[in-house]
């Protein structure tokens, strides 16, 4: 069964401090993604990866950057955390080409910005 | 650019019910297809996935979904909806990119 963890699954941080949220997957997947989720918007796409050493900006990156320094490990940066971002995070790998496309989620991360 | 719009934000259904969840599409050429069910708390999960070929395909726990080119819509439907079905429901599209793009969800709620 594939498996992405992340961690932590609930953060508090203060308005301008710096904020790391960890994703691992053991699938062996080649692309890795950052979603935020908010009421009324669904999932939207912050930043995604293609393989180690590799970022993309996806629709919403203001605000974030991502690293992703290996195979199983890809990171959210945010530099200086506002409450706008407050919200739940989703991390996702995947391999989407063709027929055998799919992508699985992990479980979330809570993160509220005061 | 590709899109999906759930246009139900909340459904409401009796348990032993039929149901269909609304998707429309917009996408320029064959698109691939995709519906995840989010349990509370939990992440998302595959239901099923369409991509070119037979247009009615079948997903988990009696779940399936129809393609139509011709009304740019991917509706789900289930026979008899169980309680443990109390979920909200993604609609997605696959970008040219291998990125999905998500609708914003229907929250399905199950009457006794």
């Known amino acids: 069964e594939a498996a992405v963890t992340q961690s932590p699954r609930n953060k508090v941080a203060v308005t301008g401090g710096k904020v790391t949220l960890s994703c691992n997957q053991t699938n062996n997947h080649n692309n890795m993604y950052w979603y935020r989720q908010d009421t009324g918007h669904g999932l939207r796409l912050i930043h995604y990866?293609?393989?180690?050493?590799?970022?993309e900006k996806g629709d919403i990156p203001d605000g974030y950057k991502a690293s992703r320094p290996s195979q199983e490990n890809f990171s959210l940066i945010l530099e200086l955390a506002t409450p706008s971002q407050t919200s739940v995070y989703f991390c996702?790998?995947?391999?989407?080409?063709?027929?055998?496309?799919?992508?699985?989620f992990g479980p979330g991360t809570r993160l509220t910005v005061l | 650019a590709q899109s999906v719009t759930q246009p139900d934000a909340r459904v409401t259904v009796s348990e032993g019910a039929s149901l269909q969840l609304r998707c429309k599409y917009s996408y320029f050429g064959t698109p691939y297809l995709f519906w995840y069910v989010q349990y509370p708390r939990q992440g998302l999960q595959l239901l099923l996935k369409?991509?070119?070929?037979?247009?009615v395909v079948q997903g988990v726990n009696g779940f399936e979904a129809e393609f139509s080119k011709s009304n740019s819509s991917f509706h789900l439907r289930k026979a008899s909806v169980h309680w443990s079905d109390w979920a909200v429901y993604f609609c997605a599209v696959l970008s040219n990119y291998n990125v999905l793009y998500f609708g914003s969800g229907t929250k399905l709620t199950v009457e006794p």
């Open positions: 996702a790998s995947g391999d989407l080409g063709g027929r055998m496309a799919e992508q699985f």
């Open positions: 369409y991509y070119p070929g037979d247009p």
């Open positions: 990866s293609y393989g180690a050493g590799s970022t």
